[in-house]
């Protein structure tokens, strides 16, 4: 049985009985993948990345897979169907500051836009998906992941931007 910090990915959620939190639905995911990726098109240390590789009108449908992936991970929907990584493998400057950056941003909007229990489920599912995403490519790389630790959480500047 899951423990209550680590619950169960995906379609396993429905088989074991394990509850969603209250409040978390499609409607609320798709608002995360949307605010998030706003923010994250804007911000100065992953949003050109994200704006090289990812064409304007590329975007609507990017977000709509990336909602399919959140409701398959969260809610069992088993609507994603793809594989991320090989994409991700693809931006050869992909590294720590951009994982960090990307779950900085990540946590700062679930933080805003969920209930707690809510928020406490994505950052938990982001930091494992950042982290793995992370390993794998320094791996594919060549480079010793031995001694590699979790990423470091990068702290919220003193003042937002307008």
């Known amino acids: 049985m899951p423990s209550p910090d680590r619950p169960p990915v995906g379609t396993q959620l429905h088989?074991?009985?394990?509850?969603?939190?209250?409040?978390?639905?499609?409607?609320?995911i798709r608002s995360v993948v949307d605010e998030f990726y706003a923010r994250a098109r804007r911000d100065d240390v992953i949003g050109p990345v994200f704006n090289s590789v990812i064409p304007d009108a590329e975007w609507p449908e990017h977000l709509s897979k990336i909602a399919d992936f959140w409701s398959s991970m969260l809610l069992?929907?088993?609507?994603?169907?793809?594989?991320?990584?090989p994409k991700h493998m693809a931006i050869p400057e992909l590294g720590d500051a951009h994982f960090m950056r990307?779950?900085?941003?990540?946590?700062?909007?679930?933080?805003?836009?969920?209930?707690?229990?809510?928020?406490?489920?994505?950052?938990?599912?982001s930091e494992r998906i950042g982290n793995s995403f992370r390993m794998n490519i320094s791996m594919r790389r060549g480079d010793d992941i031995t001694q590699m630790g979790p990423l470091k959480r990068e702290a919220a500047p003193s003042w937002k931007p307008e």
Not at 76 to 85: C, I, K, L, Q
Not at 103 to 124: D, G, K, N, S, W
Request: some cysteine; charged content about 25%.
């Open 15 to 28: 088989r074991i009985g394990w509850e969603v939190p209250e409040g978390l639905d499609e409607a609320m």
């Open 76 to 85: 069992g929907s088993g609507r994603y169907n793809g594989r991320p990584m």
């Open 102 to 125: 990307w779950l900085r941003l990540f946590r700062e909007t679930v933080t805003e836009l969920c209930p707690p229990q809510v928020a406490a489920l994505f950052i938990e599912r």
